[in-house]
């Protein structure tokens, strides 16, 4: 398995790429895929503009553009063009990208950064990141960059409790709603609970429940054990009772091993007193 830097890499090269070479997916194991963050709230939009001018009849977000069209951005676009790129939907203009192909040129352009506007301090490392995107495709985000926050009018911007691969993994899931892919750790999959809880990302956070819970049940017992009670203790600590209980569950195929080990009634006290 190549490093993580070259299949970021090579998935930042080309926009016409297989499905689960965008998504970085299993093919075995297809997710549903989410619809992708509208635009349309910021047609017209003039702050954090950055087109020019000359080329455009009204005030655009270049990385907008670069995410739904396949024209190059140094032509002209007039005001109805611009509507259509923002509104977004389902139209048959050949210059509007396919929902697939939008989903990798907004990967691809925050795999690069380019039109970055923003940049996203982690507690081990930084991400160029692009303000209306995540303002887009997150309502913690709208408020925290495009609202009244203070950070609205900071270029950067310190994500604290954060590492940069759990920051990577929900950008990823704000810009295009991608789920980490099927190469991605299990223990990083767990440790993205807190960060996913911090952001407010629901619907992310359901689906990395469906993901870890799949990990551990296909996981050799003694293994899948250890994930499970790394879980359980990150689920209790951040109030996600949801995934407490459904990771509890996921442990009744172990139960001979937990048995036998006792490493249930010594590392979770909480369990016995919870009925399954």
Request: charged content about 25%; glycine content about 4%; aromatic content about 8%.
């Amino acid at each position: 398995m190549p490093p993580d830097s070259e299949r970021v890499s090579e998935s930042s090269k080309h926009l016409a790429l297989p499905a689960a070479a965008i998504t970085g997916r299993s093919p075995s194991s297809p997710e549903p895929e989410c619809d992708l963050p509208s635009f349309d709230t910021f047609f017209d939009f003039e702050r954090y503009s950055d087109g020019n001018s000359e080329n455009y009849a009204i005030p655009v977000h270049r990385c907008i553009l670069a995410s739904r069209t396949r024209i190059s951005l140094e032509e002209k676009f007039d005001e109805d063009f611009i509507k259509l790129i923002y509104s977004g939907g389902f139209t048959s203009d050949s210059r509007i990208f396919s929902n697939v192909e939008s989903r990798a040129a907004r990967l691809n352009m925050f795999h690069t950064g380019k039109y970055s506007d923003v940049t996203l301090i982690a507690d081990d490392g930084d991400i160029k990141a692009h303000r209306i995107l995540l303002a887009a495709g997150s309502e913690l985000m709208n408020a925290m960059l495009i609202g009244h926050w203070r950070e609205s009018s900071l270029s950067t911007i310190r994500m604290t409790d954060l590492k940069r691969d759990e920051l990577r993994e929900c950008c990823r899931w704000i810009y295009a709603r991608v789920m980490p892919d099927w190469s991605t750790p299990t223990k990083l999959l767990i440790q993205l609970i807190p960060a996913a809880s911090r952001l407010c990302m629901t619907e992310f956070f359901s689906r990395l429940e469906a993901q870890i819970i799949e990990r551990i049940r296909t996981s050799p017992s003694s293994i899948g054990l250890q994930f499970s009670m790394t879980a359980l203790e990150i689920a209790e600590q951040h109030h996600a009772n949801r995934n407490w209980a459904s990771f509890r569950k996921s442990l009744s195929h172990m139960r001979p091993y937990m048995t036998k080990t006792r490493l249930m009634d010594n590392s979770c006290p909480r369990a016995t007193t919870h009925s399954e």
